[in-house]
């Protein structure tokens, strides 16, 4: 009997300890076109684009992509779409709402400004 329970034990630490792992294992990398065109707008996309669950992110001003790794038991892209949206920078999805993008300086305003 003694024998049968170490065995269920073990069993259920093998199974937690699996789950645990698997969890983890959830990092999804993915890109987004983020609209941007110096390099304070790359500096407040990837910080926008940060948060919980994500692992990396690079805005690469030439292309306006915006590579992200993320876990996605943690967050989600749109999650990480609505913070990017929220500091101005509309995404090939969504437009940033008027009164976010005039919080941008001058020199970020991607809708009358060349990159630069």
Known sequence: MKSFII???????????????????KVIED??????????CKERIEEAA???????VSWDKATDKLAIAYRSDKTS???VEERILQAGH?????????EDYEK????CRYQVKEKH
């Open 7 to 25: 065995s269920i034990i073990t069993l259920l630490v093998a199974l937690v300890s699996t789950g645990e792992v698997q969890a983890q294992k």
């Open 50 to 56: 940060y948060g919980k669950g994500v692992k990396y």
């Open 77 to 79: 892209m749109e999650e």
């Open 104 to 107: 941008l300086p001058m020199c």
């Open 90 to 98: 509309s995404t090939e999805n969504k437009d940033a709402k008027p």
């Open 31 to 40: 890109t987004l076109h983020v609209k941007g065109v110096c390099g304070m």
